[in-house]
């Protein structure tokens, strides 16, 4: 499911994550880390590459979002803010009633900062 919602790219980057869901070349990224009250729930979960994973480490989501826009510029950032919109609102649809953590308002909020 969040793979069709990511359409099979990195929740950060947009690079592909492998040719199909079977190819398991993705990691699993808490977006809300788990020691942070972060949950399980697919709603604060996000399929990422496995650099992207790498580098995020131990940052919060803002954290990282705010390093990728310094690497990549601002209009790179801007189209990401839109995916990552979209990529929200697909899975407050496919999982009703998992509010915790949806980041929605404060993605939002990236945009022009
Ligand atoms: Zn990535």
Not at 15 to 31: F, K, Q
Not at 42 to 70: D, G, H, M, R
Request: proline share 2%.
């Amino acid at each position: 499911m969040l793979w069709d919602i990511q359409e099979g790219k990195c929740y950060f980057c947009g690079n592909s994550i492998g040719a199909s869901v079977a190819d398991r070349s993705y990691e699993l990224d808490h977006l809300v880390a788990l020691s942070n009250r972060g949950t399980k729930w697919p709603i604060n979960l996000a399929l990422v590459c496995k650099k992207c994973n790498q580098s995020k480490y131990t940052k919060s989501e803002e954290e990282f979002w705010y390093s990728l826009k310094k690497l990549n510029g601002i209009e790179w950032y801007r189209h990401r803010m839109n995916v990552i919109i979209i990529i929200h609102k697909g899975k407050s649809k496919a999982f009703p009633g998992q509010k915790q953590n949806c980041q929605l308002d404060e993605v939002v909020g990236y945009i022009y900062r």
